[in-house]
């Protein structure tokens, strides 16, 4: 997959901000898979795997990179989005 430090390396010193989205399947989710096991039969398993939790991982690791390299960051993962809002939601306490 991308190799985010190299993002970071390489881009930094030339913009404001650096922005994430995940890789967005479903809208032709069965035509994507179908492209890719004709074509790189190596990286199947790999993209049916993609989950939640992989993406968990990504904006943690994303985050650490904004930090090191002192660069602000937009995060668009449709798969985190709503973990963030659960977690800010359960952290107000309501009177």
């Known amino acids: ?12 010193p030339f913009v404001d901000h650096i922005s994430f989205e995940d890789l967005n399947l479903n809208p032709c989710r069965k035509e994507i898979f179908e492209a890719i ?3 790189f039969p190596e990286l199947e398993e790999k993209y049916k795997e993609l989950s939640k939790e992989f993406w968990l991982k990504k904006e943690r690791e994303i985050r ?32």
């Open 1 to 12: 997959m991308t190799d985010l430090e190299e993002i970071f390396r390489e881009v930094s």
């Open 37 to 39: 096991s004709n074509n």
């Open 64 to 95: 650490i990179l904004s930090e090191k390299y002192d660069k602000p960051v937009r995060i668009y993962f449709k798969n985190t989005i709503f973990e963030i809002l659960l977690i800010l939601l359960n952290s107000i306490k309501f009177k």
